[in-house]
T-cell receptor, first 113, second 113 residues
Framework: KQEVTQIPAALSVPEGENLVLNCSFTDSAIYNLQWFRQDPGKGLTSLLLIQSSQREQTSGRLNASLDKSSGRSTLYIAASQPGDSATYLCAKPAGGSNYKLTFGKGTLLTVNP | NAGVTQTPKFQVLKTGQSMTLQCAQDMNHNSMYWYRQDPGMGLRLIYYSASEGTTDKGEVPNGYNVSRLNKREFSLRLESAAPSQTSVYFC????????????FGPGTRLTVT
């Protein structure tokens, strides 16, 4: 079964720190990889999607990279703020089809003022 | 654009009762999905519809049925609710080309007693 693993499960940092969230997957033949944010009691919000032909994607203070050969993706958050506190999930296509996604269990990020 | 909408937001059922969760999207997306999210289990795909008129089972379909009513709407039915179906249910949609970026609704929190 294809798996997506996110480490760490939880992370607490002081405001202003730069941080990296990790996502690893067992199937290197991926198509796209998507990062989501989930606030407590809310749905998932798409942050970044990296196409398989790309190595990274940036949006504001967020940068996501993709290394298919090692089966890893990282989400870099620069100058973290308390408003960044949320659960971050990565997801990749399941079974080589873009129709279905397999999700990691997420990293719960707390940014302390 | 409202994006993906779900009703109801909260529901409490007794064991054996039935109900239908409604989902609609206004982005003209072809594919729609139902997920459930449980602590420690992450997000799991229940059913999906790759296009209007088609539905397929996901990872955890037992105890559920779906209907793709038209391109906009995709409903999830619990015929005889069980406590194991206590969960948060999310609907999502995506366009069937290019990025396959998934967009999520706000969720329905279901408790079965």
């Amino acid at each position: 079964k294809q798996e997506v693993t996110q480490i760490p499960a939880a992370l607490s940092v002081p405001e202003g720190e730069n941080l990296v969230l990790n996502c690893s997957f067992t199937d290197s033949a991926i198509y796209n990889l998507q990062w989501f944010r989930q606030d407590p009691g809310k749905g998932l919000t798409s942050l970044l999607l990296i196409q398989s032909s790309q190595r990274e994607q940036t949006s504001g203070r967020l940068n996501a990279s993709l290394d298919k050969s090692s089966g890893r993706s990282t989400l870099y958050i620069a100058a973290s703020q308390p408003g960044d506190s949320a659960t971050y999930l990565c997801a990749k296509p399941a079974g080589g089809s873009n129709y279905k996604l397999t999700f990691g269990k997420g990293t719960l990020l707390t940014v302390n003022p | 654009n409202a994006g993906v909408t779900q009703t109801p937001k909260f529901q409490v059922l007794k064991t054996g009762q039935s109900m239908t969760l409604q989902c609609a999207q206004d982005m003209n997306h072809n594919s729609m999905y139902w997920y459930r999210q449980d602590p420690g289990m992450g997000l799991r795909l229940i059913y999906y519809s790759a296009s209007e008129g088609t539905t397929d089972k996901g990872e955890v379909p037992n105890g559920y049925n779906v209907s793709r009513l038209n391109k906009r709407e995709f409903s999830l039915r619990l015929e005889s609710a069980a406590p194991s179906q206590t969960s948060v249910y999310f609907c999502a949609s995506t366009e069937n080309r290019d990025l396959y970026e998934q967009y999520f609704g706000p969720g329905t929190r279901l408790t079965v007693t």
